[in-house]
């Protein structure tokens, strides 16, 4: 009888462990560049108490039915290829902050990576001998210079879809190489449908979730525009028992930045730094108390922090904005 209420307790910890967080995930999107980092370029990530970069190593397609993913080659970016990215990587540990590998598909015209999706069988089983070969090099990476995380893929609905046998097998392949903890980075609203999350230790989100039709919402409106989302995201994470990470996050600084996160089309370049601001604001309040999710990664960061971002700037970068401030303060909070 003593031994069986012990294992009920061993399970319970089990299960508790797998809820709590006792240390949140404070990243950056660390993205690549045509040259190699140094240490001036890591201290800003530092400076705003970050203790995770995100690392992007990209691989190309010509278009959404294209199956050859060209990757690591000679005419990428630096900071794209495997050189590049355990370069970035080395300056990064040297201050001590930890990784996570984020292996990337660009699609020329920048199509979206969701829509990826060939039109015959031929076709499925060469995607799927290039896509492993993509995300084996990186997973063999993130092996050598022991990354506390790796990404298997970011926003592939349809190829998950239509060829789910593969990605389970994928898995198990990838595990056999790396042995740390492993997410996949679904979009906002694909999270719901990816069909591995039990074999993965977080359940990845690119958080990018509509929370205010305003043209600078309060922190008060976005607040109350994440509660329907919110409760949907909590039912994922007790559903499988895995904390929640929001592999992406951010906000442009534009008009309208809570109504469609997502966008990134350049006609919209009315700067206004209080709507990411508030957005950003209500994001940290909604979820980084929570014990169930594990932190998450802003959108994006750059190198040469003096040259990128500003007040002029209407892309996602917080770099030398209002939010940056907010940023260094949510970072520097004790972990829940």
Partial sequence: MKRFKFLIFLSILSIQSCKTQTNKINGVSFVASGKAINQTDVKPVVNVNANYAAIMPFGFI???NDPEINHNTDRQWFGETRAGAKQYIGELRKRGVKIMIKPQI????????????????ADWKTLEASYTSFILEYADLANEVKAELFCIGTELEKFIENR????????????????????????WDEFKRTPFWTKLDYIGVDAYFPV??????????????????????????????KPIL???????????????????????????????????????????KEEWFAGGF?????????KVGGEDNSRFTPQNKPVEALLRKQYKLPNE
Wanted: with cysteine.
């Fill in 62 to 64: 010509r278009n959404l």
């Fill in 106 to 121: 660009w699609v020329w015209h920048g199509e979206f990576t969701g829509f990826i999706e060939m039109k015959n069988e």
């Fill in 164 to 187: 789910p046998e593969y990605w389970s097998n994928l898995i198990e392949k990838i595990k056999a190489k790396y042995k740390g903890k492993l997410t996949y980075a679904a979009n």
């Fill in 212 to 241: 205010s039709d305003k043209k600078t919402p309060s922190v008060v409106d976005c607040l109350e525009g994440w509660k329907k989302h919110k409760a949907v995201i909590y039912n994922m994470s007790q559903k499988y028992q």
């Fill in 246 to 288: 929001f592999t992406e996050y951010g906000y442009r600084s534009v008009d309208f930045s809570g109504k469609a996160p997502w966008v990134s089309d350049r006609s919209m370049n009315q700067v206004n730094l209080e709507a990411q601001t508030n957005t950003t604001q209500a994001l940290f309040e909604t979820f980084w």
């Fill in 298 to 306: 802003i959108w994006k960061w750059f190198h040469e922090h003096d």
